[in-house]
């Protein structure tokens, strides 16, 4: 049971590269995150997905697209990447969406530059 | 958007002592409250959550909870060397699965 996985771990990019993050997780659980964490400034929400088939935006979204592939997989794709978008990008998963509070579980991140 | 303050740190504290992190949010109606202990370089991982006012004791952790004051708290006791983290204050609303994160507070423990 690997739990949340993202590859790669380490990215260096050009300014206007593309390049998609991958996330996948082996718990069953329907909703699935991915965040950006830079210094001094905690995890923010880029987008999420509450199920297969649904994704929504979260707090920092613009530059980002993301696909939930099926119900194990959800990727966050750079279309054009920018050096403001040099962070630590941690994908997240969780049994929600309920009206309880559920656990989120995280991937161990994928440190990008963008030079 | 909650928005989720935590005591800027860093914060220093010998071993044996006790670690006292604060956390205070902006949506009244948040009703969960999580701590995420985060390694340098590693992923958050959660040790604690709270969902009714009062403590909540776990070993050496305790968090408390004061909605009235908007207020939540994470007590470490006995601090080991090994507690030495960033400590991340979450914040869930009653409806909305998302959290919403305060920037961290860096724990030293000193041997």
């Known amino acids: 049971n690997a739990g949340v996985t993202q590859t790669p771990k380490f990215q260096v990019l050009k300014t206007g590269q593309s390049m998609t993050l991958q996330c996948a997780q082996d718990?069953?659980?329907?909703?699935m995150y991915w965040y950006r964490q830079d210094p001094g400034m905690g995890l923010r929400l880029i987008y999420y997905?509450?199920?297969?088939?649904?994704?929504d935006k979260g707090e920092v979204p613009n530059g980002y697209n993301v696909s939930r592939l099926n119900k194990r997989e959800f990727s966050l794709r750079l279309e054009s990447a920018a050096p403001s978008q040099t962070s630590v990008y941690f994908c997240?998963?969780?049994?929600?969406?309920?009206?309880?509070?559920?656990?989120?579980?995280f991937g161990p991140g994928t440190r990008l530059t963008v030079l | 958007q909650k928005e989720v303050e935590q005591n800027s740190g860093p914060l220093s504290v010998p071993e044996g002592a006790i670690a006292s992190l604060n956390c205070t949010y902006s949506?009244?109606?948040?009703?969960?409250f999580f701590w995420y202990r985060q390694y340098s370089g590693k992923s958050p991982e959660l040790i604690m959550s709270?969902?009714?006012?009062g403590d909540k004791e776990d070993g050496r952790f305790t968090a408390q909870l004061n909605k009235a004051s908007q207020y939540v708290s994470l007590l470490i006791r006995d601090s080991q060397p090994s507690d030495s983290a960033t400590y991340l204050c979450?914040?869930?609303?009653?409806?909305?699965?998302?959290?919403?994160f305060g920037a961290g507070t860096t724990v030293t423990v000193r041997a």
């Open positions: 709270i969902y009714s006012n």
């Open positions: 949506d009244r109606g948040s009703q969960s």
């Open positions: 979450a914040v869930k609303g009653p409806y909305d699965y998302k959290l919403s």
């Open positions: 718990m069953n659980h329907n909703s």
């Open positions: 997905s509450a199920s297969e088939g649904t994704t």
């Open positions: 997240a998963s969780s049994e929600a969406p309920a009206p309880i509070p559920d656990t989120q579980y």
